[in-house]
């Protein structure tokens, strides 16, 4: 079955850096397009950077954009999200997702996401 598996997060303080990572299984990763989001509290989940399934950046968030890089390494079927300069404003729970088609239907896969609390 799909599954994506998060990991990277934790505490960090303003200005300093992590590196998530989305270990995905189950389905064709090197064709599909993957999709970093994060959910702060009270808020709506938001989507922070896109990745072709050739590897170029697609829609990524004004607000990330120029500290945060998505990447994806297809022999191993993982997707990262390199995070610089944090900011209080970034701490939220991260989550990875596809898009598939099952059953003629578009379908949205999450994993289960991982923390990321800045914080001095």
């Known amino acids: 079955q799909v599954q994506l598996v998060e990991s990277g997060g934790g505490l960090v303080q303003p200005g300093g850096s992590l590196r998530l990572s989305c270990a995905a299984s189950?389905?064709?990763?090197?064709?599909?397009?993957m999709h970093w989001y994060r959910q702060a509290p009270g808020k709506e989940r938001e989507l922070v950077a896109s990745i072709t399934s050739a590897g170029d950046s697609i829609n990524q968030s004004d607000s990330v954009k120029g500290r945060f890089t998505i990447s994806r390494d297809n022999a191993k079927n993982t997707v990262y999200l390199q995070m610089n300069n944090l900011k209080p404003e970034d701490a939220a729970v991260y989550y990875c997702k596809v898009n598939l088609i099952r059953f003629s239907r578009p379908q949205d896969y999450w994993g289960q996401g991982t923390q990321v609390t800045v914080s001095a």
């Open positions: 189950g389905f064709a990763f090197s064709s599909r397009a």
